[in-house]
């Protein structure tokens, strides 16, 4: 009906559910598409007189100062350790425990496991920051306690070593993470139909050959689908944790693009708001890059992609 | 004969197939365990207990003290009075907006549905960055006030989506058709209709956007300097990440290293003060957490 009626029409027609979209539209104009169009001071030099219309343009400076600075050869590997550090052990981890509790026998067994293991998840940054900073305690806590006991001597600090930063980074993150990350592929397993499981247990399939041919196909598409989406994250590190987790020791691992970017922006005495923004903006078009780069890749494969 | 050959050494592979499965479940159930026992331990124990490391499992030398320590803490009290204040005002903030947000978004009849919803979407791709967006809330005189806690985040695109496809895929639109013929508008059919068969998924969004209040660190951490508007967790900060307490000040060995135990007591009990609001409610609304987790990971 309303399909075939001109575009004026079908406004006339349902003009209350454009009132609806008022007010949420203009939120969005404001809080989110603002900012976009400041990003301009990226290739301008921001000053507080000019603002963001009316500085100086200066091209792509900003950008040049960035690629050549020695922050610049620390910042983005670091970014990218990190990031990949934590794809390749926190992507895997939550398919194999998904298809593990899949596998248990015991329901009630299966939703205690369940219970607990989505719980670190509601805690929040500062807190697990705070329990890496407690347990981790060369001298008090459970780290430092448990070495003694078994070595006899107290163990050097680790969270003051900037070797050990990425480990505690990316563990505590699938600690936290790992068991809320289940879900999802949770959600696909349990659209495995029966029938498809006692149809190869006639044929003689073990368990765990039916786990492999059954349900690992069967979560698939969902994997493909939650790497790509992490593959647009791969230059953003959460600034959070990293920045809750820095200390003078281990700056030279933990400081990234996000954390950079706030103190050049607004931490630092002489806030550098052209050139913060151009790290950022730098930042964003990486990961819109890669994450079209691999949708583009999955889809190539056979996979549907995000669109 | 064969046949019953094969279902035996099958089932013998399956007998060590769920060994292995039930260990290694029961491995990450202890691994997550054990820290969030430890703390809560500890949090119970004497501060001579925590100094030492005699927490292993269960609290040693009971004691309360750390509890008291924090309720004596202005500055906790503070940020747990601001932190309820954002988290309520914004949570019902956000849940208005995202719902108006959604009906027209899922309805087919909706002009520029299509592009309304790419802007949305759009977003969660691309951001102005922290620069432009600081600009924004200074230029909005949002700095140091109560709002810059509510608005810039009043709709999640997350939630959004789910909320959205709740109420595409519960919600016959059949229902619209016979009630527009009894002349319901637009605006009563979301009155009358879509909300009151949306309570499962407002829950869900509801919940979501009340524990991202809850931790949210990061807005505050950038927007406000007034100790008084602070929420719990940048006050969490100042004691859990950066220590206050300096021990070089202290001469006297013995009350340095009680002055050290209540220390990390402190810690530990502040950590089970400011998480166990939302481990209270999470044994209630997991299901409807893992609900919004699934409607949300669909394509739509």
Known sequence: MSSRSSFPDQVVEHWQLLAFMALPLAYLIVFKYVPMVGVQIAFRKFTADGGVWGSKWVGFYQFRKFFESYQFARVLPNTIRLSFYNLVAGFP??????????????????????????????????????????????????????????????????????????????????????????????????????????????????????????????????????????????????????????????????????????????????????????????????????????????????????? | MAASGNAARSSRGDVAFYAIVDTAMMAVLLVVLYPLIFVLSSSFSSPSAVMTGRVVLWPVDFSLEGYAAVFRNRDVLTGYVNSVLYMSVGTLLNVAATMIAAYPLSRKDTPLRKTFTFLFAFTMFFSGGLIPNYILMRGLGLIDTFWVMVLPGAIGVWNLIVARTFIQNSIPAELFEAASIDGCSDARYFRAVILPLSKAVIAVIALYYAVGHWNAFFDALIYLNKRALYPLQLFLREVLVANTINPALEIDPELLERKQGMADLLKYSLIVVSTVPMLAVYPFAQKYFVKGAMVGSLKG
């Not at chain 1, 989505?118 to 448990?146: D, E, W």
């Not at chain 1, 659209?191 to 499981?197: A, N």
């Not at chain 1, 006692?198 to 493909?224: C, H, K, M, Y």
């Not at chain 1, 791969?234 to 700056?251: D, T, W």
């Open chain 1, 93 to 307: 981890l939550p398919i194999v425990v998904a298809l593990c509790l899949n596998a248990l026998r015991s329901a009630s067994f299966r939703k205690s496991v369940q219970t607990i293991i989505y719980v670190p998840h509601f805690i929040s940054t500062v807190v697990i920051v705070g329990m890496i900073l407690q347990l981790l305690n060369p001298r008090t806590g459970v780290y430092g306690t448990a070495m003694m006991a078994f070595t006899g001597h107290q163990p050097a600090d680790i969270l003051a070593k900037a070797a050990t930063f990425p480990h505690l980074y990316v563990w505590s993150g699938v600690w936290q993470q790992m068991g809320w990350n289940t879900i999802i592929y949770t959600a696909a397993l349990s659209t495995v139909s029966l029938e498809l499981h006692e149809a190869a247990q006639i044929d003689g399939a073990s368990r765990f050959s039916r786990v492999l041919n059954v349900d690992f196909p069967a979560i698939l598409p969902t994997a493909v689908i939650m790497l790509i989406l992490s593959s647009g994250s791969i230059l953003s590190v959460g600034f959070e944790k990293a920045f809750l987790m820095q200390n003078p020791l281990n700056l030279s691992t933990s400081e990234v693009i996000s954390t950079y970017v706030y103190k050049v922006g607004l931490a630092q005495g002489s806030s550098d708001y052209s050139y913060a923004t151009a790290i950022g903006l730098f930042n964003s078009l990486v990961n819109m890059l890669m994450l079209v780069l691999v949708n583009g890749i999955a889809g190539r494969l056979g996979h549907s992609g995000l669109w």
